[in-house]
């Protein structure tokens, strides 16, 4: 042991600090990406969330449409048949409802279902729902501007926030109502089945 210079077990120190900086370098990046896969699942859970949201307000005013219709041309005294038949048909009316609200559904002329529904307040639901759709849309882009915004700068680099840029923009410039809905759908898709944002 006395032959070994001193400035040997220096340098093995040396070798075993820079070790454990690395380690714990590892560790903290460790830990912020597990922040960054947390924030990033909280927006996406979020978006989510408020869609099921607007869903199920259509789904609301879709059944309350349909009970009015059919109520008014059904009699009452209806055998228990009739009313088994009654909840698949209010179904089914609720459903196509809520497929003619869709801001995909198009919106030229007259489409025959909606033509018995304008008199129980179709024509006013849809453009409540096409705001609702609208302020979505606004909070969808906010939320993923901010997120991207209180990312690291090495994060900014990766193709996740790539993405996301890409996704908020599309949306943003997106014309029409429609089109903010399809670029939507293709990003949660994509999020959810894909695992690509």
Same mark, same amino acid.
């Given at each position: ?59 609301? #005013? ?5 009970? /009015? ?5 059904? !009699?009452?005294?209806? $055998?228990? +048949?009739? @009313? ?57 882009? #906010? ?5 991207? /915004? ?5 994060? !900014?680099?990766?193709? $996740?926030? +790539?993405? @996301? ?33």
């Amino acid at each position: 042991m006395a032959g070994v210079p001193i400035h040997k077990y220096f340098v093995v120190l040396l070798l075993l600090i820079g070790l454990a900086c690395t380690h714990a370098d590892n560790i903290e990046k460790s830990e912020i990406d597990k922040e960054t896969l947390t924030a990033r699942s909280r927006l996406f859970d979020s978006m989510f969330e408020d869609e099921l949201n607007l869903t199920k307000y259509a789904f609301e #005013r879709g059944n309350e449409i349909c009970h /009015k219709l059919h109520d008014e041309q059904v !009699h009452k005294n209806e $055998t228990s +048949e009739e @009313l088994d038949n009654r909840e698949m048909l209010l179904a089914a009316c609720a459903i196509c409802v809520v497929n003619r609200l869709d801001p995909i559904a198009s919106r030229r002329g007259d489409h025959p279902d909606e033509i018995p529904w304008r008199k129980y307040g179709f024509e006013d639901i849809r453009k409540v729902m096409d705001q609702k759709y609208e302020e979505f849309y606004v909070k969808i882009v #906010r939320q993923i501007d901010e997120y991207v /915004k209180g990312l690291t700068a090495e994060e !900014h680099s990766r193709m $996740t926030a +790539e993405n @996301l840029k890409m996704w908020s923009s599309e949306i943003k410039n997106a014309s029409t109502l429609a089109a903010k809905d399809m670029a939507f759908r293709k990003y949660m898709r994509f999020n959810y089945f894909e695992r690509g944002v």
